[in-house]
């Protein structure tokens, strides 16, 4: 059965992208980052949620996308992937649409320079809209990572 | 009925009950002749079976019931505990003990305990036994609870003793409401009522059949208790669904007059006037009465046996269980109102407003209460560790046919829980290289004069910030020339070295990896084999190993933990416009050094530091800090840190201040980073990550 959800739609670059709703615990304007050394270099560092120190991860950066200037459009999504919370840096977050499974078909190999495998799919909004769905279980694994980053130097 | 809500706190009681078995059959062991701790074992592992079988986890609860048969025969005089019982009585809380661990891990505590209960049978068996004594009678018919259920002799002379000894004795009469669905439930709640306070002596129907939901909806029993009667009526009452108490204290007479004559005086006596004279009466009596219980036993083995106070009712305990992770919820809040505390104190130090800094001085002063009492909170006894040692002294001293005692003192120091959880295995691995190592087998103790059994001193106590824990064995002491052979021959150190090394710094060559002196490394423990995976694990804690030892005379390891390890002083440093915290504990000193001063040695900056060489680390390099540079400083602000003996000097930009920090987790995401541990919150919200000094010296 196809199921209805809502889905936190939010922009890196020109593209658009969605998460489920249930994975998003808020969404935070900048915060002050405290620089964390020695991790991954998109790894921004921590911030203050309420007394809760969370990592904030450049979501660009981790797609491999030209960095873009912080502005007040500027947000951090926190969601919470099994156990793990974590923000991302976005270029701006504000809207919610309504989808249905059925409205995502398998991505194409590349959008809009992100590799597939961090993709869930991409769903139309309308005639002109794309929207691409993460896979957030990819876009947080580590292990791929740390090869990555040894490969880069 | 949902069992599930229940398994949390079944598996916790049932953990209790096991370290209650597993402690008093060790001090039975010492003391096989005291019957008021076969009552002590027989009531756990009663109530245990209890909730087993409520619970539905059969195996368990049938193995119990074969245990609680021989325990039975015990108290009742009926068998004589000896060497063998107790070892298939161990062997059973062993198989219990695993089949809690089956059900906390989500399964059914199955077992094969076939060996076990065929043991018990047969100890059940092999003495001439009456067979009708091991069941609680169960002809008596059920109904006709009204008159007194009998006494057989030995129960009789139970609740005289009782009276003789100053306590209560009451015959209680419950009623359950015809309505309630789980009529054993409710009576398993008065049962487990009564237990916490006193002691059951007999039931009418019996328990089995009770537990079996073979009664009506009444039940009686004998009661011995240091509760008022009317307090007593009034716990009953409280549970619900029940519909009736009668509660009648006994005197000794009524008991000497034997049971029926008794329930006709019982009738009588069931107004109050009446019961206030044969309570005074009974006091009288009590003091002109010797307390009729002996303490048997042998005088030097004066083991773990807490004096023989099982007689008196333990304290029904007025705590309640709370879930960690709602104490870290809590703690979290709590930091969060500490960082506006401080917010507002600068503020209303700004605005001047005096009924404004009156209220925040009150506020700072309730809030660091609060602190205080949410801090103790997470604040657990040593006990809940050490309760588990003196079953393992015992049955590792029974392997290695050596003699141990093992003396626990300051088991009630509180340390945070965190902690509690972590020292587990460092303890039992020191512990156990006391027994291996430093207790001697009893023909070289009796050689060289000692007593046959050696001593082994566990010791818990406060010493400022900190915690130590000490263990001390009285037996051969560590010898510093065979040690400094054996680590020169592993190549730990160079003859040379080894001579200008203390005393102290050779005995710390006993945690380098990979190190032993024992001549055959045992299954057990040999003496540095894994030690420095117990110094690994302490130091990780923030704590500190050291050890003393008189060749001959004995071995001391004295650990140093500190108190809690989410709250810590910490020195607050600068680097650029970062702001780090280094804890307090860490820090042997803060100075100043010229540039000229930094010397380069084999490739790495050292300074000198009171005579000795110390590394040099940049920490604004360690981190690669944008916007400051030692390089750029004549003068640079170093803190020296210390991990156990080795020493490093960190060079800072400058220094904020000496602050209470609230440590916390950088989450789960990141990995492990080099050379920090954590992060704290700081006054202005701003997060400072918190500097892991194990991790910048190698």
């Known amino acids: 059965m196809a199921e209805d959800m809502k889905v936190i739609v939010f922009k890196l670059g020109t593209e658009e992208y969605g998460i489920e709703v249930e994975r998003v615990q808020t969404i935070e304007r900048m915060l002050p980052i405290t620089r964390v050394p020695k991790t991954y270099s998109f790894v921004k560092g921590v911030v203050n949620l309420r007394g809760v120190v969370i990592p904030v991860i450049d979501l660009g950066g981790r797609f491999s ?10 947000r951090i999504i926190i969601v919470t992937v099994s156990d793990m919370q974590v923000g991302f840096i976005v270029d701006s977050a504000n809207d919610v649409v309504d989808l249905n499974e059925d409205d995502i078909e398998t991505p194409p190999e590349i959008v809009g320079g992100v590799k597939a495998k961090y993709l869930r799919g991409v769903a139309k909004l309308g005639d002109e809209r794309l929207l691409i769905m993460l896979n957030l279980h990819e876009v947080l694994n580590k292990s791929e990572i740390i090869s990555l980053e040894s490969m880069e130097g | 009925m949902d069992m599930n809500q229940y398994l949390s706190m079944f598996i916790d009681e049932s953990n209790d009950h096991l370290q209650s078995l597993n402690e008093k059959m060790l001090e039975l062991e010492q003391s096989p002749e005291d019957l008021s701790i076969v009552q002590v074992i027989f009531r756990s592992a009663h109530t245990l079976k209890g909730m087993a079988a409520t619970m539905g986890f059969e195996d368990l609860a049938s193995l119990t019931h074969k245990m609680e048969n021989v325990l039975d025969l015990v108290r009742n005089e009926k068998l004589q505990m000896k060497e063998s019982i107790f070892d298939v009585l161990f062997q059973s809380l062993d198989a219990l003990e695993s089949m809690v661990q089956d059900i906390m891990a989500g399964g059914e505590g199955k077992l094969d305990v076939s060996h076990i209960v065929s043991s018990l049978q047969a100890i059940e068996k092999g003495e001439e036994s009456d067979p009708s004594s091991i069941e609680v009678s169960k002809d008596s018919n059920t109904g006709s609870a009204t008159s007194m259920p009998a006494l057989d002799e030995f129960q009789n002379s139970v609740l005289i003793q009782s ?9 209680i009469r419950v009623i359950i409401s015809r309505t309630s669905q789980l009529k054993s439930v409710r009576a398993y709640m008065v049962f487990d009522l009564l237990e916490r306070s006193g002691d059951v002596v007999k039931t009418e129907p019996s328990v089995e059949q009770i537990e079996q939901d073979q009664f009506e909806y009444e039940f009686s029993l004998y009661y011995i208790t240091q509760m008022q009667s009317e307090e007593l009526k009034k716990a009953i009452l409280n549970i619900s669904e029940i519909e009736e108490v009668h509660v009648i204290p006994l005197t000794e007479e009524m008991l000497g007059l034997g049971a029926n004559e008794a329930a006709a005086a019982a009738e009588v006596i069931e107004k109050p006037e009446v019961i206030a004279e044969a309570i005074s009466e009974a006091d009288t009596n009590s003091k002109n009465t010797e307390t009729p219980k002996a303490v048997p036993g042998d005088e030097k083995e004066k083991t773990v046996r807490a004096a023989a106070k099982t007689n008196t009712a333990p304290a029904a305990s007025k705590t309640i269980r709370v879930d960690i992770e709602r104490l870290d919820v809590l703690m979290n809040l709590f930091s969060e109102l500490l960082i506006d505390r401080s917010r507002l104190e600068q503020l209303s130090n700004e605005l001047e407003h005096t009924d404004l800094i009156e209220t925040v001085a009150h506020m700072s002063r309730v809030s660091s209460d609060l602190q205080n009492i949410v801090l103790k909170l997470r604040m657990v006894p040593v006990d809940t560790v050490f309760n588990r040692f003196p079953r393992m002294i015992r049955d590792l001293a029974k392997s290695l046919n050596k003699k141990v005692d093992l003396v626990i003192t300051g088991a009630d120091t509180e340390l945070d829980r965190t902690v509690i959880d972590e020292i587990g295995d460092p303890l039992v691995h020191l512990l156990r290289n006391a027994v291996d190592h430093g207790v001697e087998s009893i023909s070289t103790r009796v050689e060289s004069g000692k007593s046959e059994t050696g001593t082994i001193q566990l010791r818990a106590f406060h010493s400022g910030n900190h915690v130590f824990i000490e263990i001390e064995d009285d037996g051969a002491g560590i010898y510093r020339d065979k040690l400094v052979k054996v680590a020169i021959s592993r190549g730990v150190v160079t003859e040379a070295e080894s001579a200008a090394m ?34 690994a694990k302490i130091t990780s804690l923030g704590g500190n190993v050291t050890i003393h030892s008189v060749p001959g005379k004995g071995t001391n390891f004295s650990v140093q933990l500190p108190l809690t390890l989410s709250i810590i002083s910490a020195m607050l440093i600068k680097l650029g416009s970062e702001k780090y915290a280094i804890p307090l504990s860490s820090i042997v000193e803060t100075g100043i050094v010229k540039k000229e001063k930094i010397r380069m040695v084999h490739g790495t900056k050292m300074i000198s530091f009171r005579e000795a060489l110390v590394p040099f680390v940049s920490l604004a390099e360690f981190f690669d800090v944008e916007d400051y540079s030692d390089e750029a400083e004549d003068e640079i602000e170093i803190v020296v840190i210390r991990k156990g003996e080795q020493l490093a000097a960190l060079a800072i930009d400058d220094f904020i201040g000496q602050n209470e920090i609230v440590i916390k987790t950088l989450g789960k995401y990141l990995p492990n980073i080099q050379g920090i541990s954590g992060a704290t919150i700081l006054g202005d919200g701003q997060v400072a990550l918190i500097i892991d000094p194990n991790g910048l010296i190698k």
Request: proline share 4%.
């Open chain 2, 163 to 171: 009276i003789q000894a100053g306590q209560g004795v009451m015959f």
């Open chain 1, 65 to 74: 996308l030209p960095e873009a200037e912080y502005t007040d459009q500027t």
């Open chain 2, 502 to 535: 203390t005393d102290q710094q050779v005995f710390q060559l006993l945690f380098a990896p990979g190190f032993s002196t024992a001549e055959t490394i045992s299954d057990i423990s040999g003496r540095g084999v894994g030690l420095d995976v117990v110094k």
